[in-house]
Nanobody
């Protein structure tokens, strides 16, 4: 079955950059929309960025111009490049795969912690 494993989280100073990776166990990008979510303490989980099976991307307004979602089909990996990081970006970031033809079929990674602090 499809499994997702995130990596790349850590501690970074404000204004710094991180690149998160989400490795899938199989070739899924032609069938699954891919997304990055985040959840900070005391807040609801929110969708940060998505890339659909057609390659269309969408972003949370607060990260537009700073974050970029991309994928490498040969490596079965989706990335989230995060630049100009702010303390309010601190959260657990999780990778999500959603079957494009049945939205109820979703797969989640275990999550990776991103902390932006001086």
């Amino acid at each position: 079955q499809v499994q997702l494993v995130e990596s790349g989280g850590g501690l970074v100073q404000p204004g710094g950059s991180l690149r998160l990776s989400c490795a899938a166990s199989g070739s899924i990008f032609s069938s699954y929309d891919m997304g990055w979510y985040r959840q900070a303490p005391g807040k609801q989980r929110e969708l940060v960025a998505i890339i659909t099976i057609t390659g269309r991307t969408n972003y949370l307004d607060s990260v537009k111009g700073r974050f970029t979602i991309s994928r490498d089909s040969a490596k079965n990996t989706v990335y989230l490049q995060m630049n100009s990081l702010k303390p309010e970006d601190t959260a657990v970031y999780s990778c999500n795969a959603r079957f494009a033809y049945r939205a109820s079929l979703q797969i989640w990674g275990q999550g990776t912690q991103v902390t932006v602090s001086s």
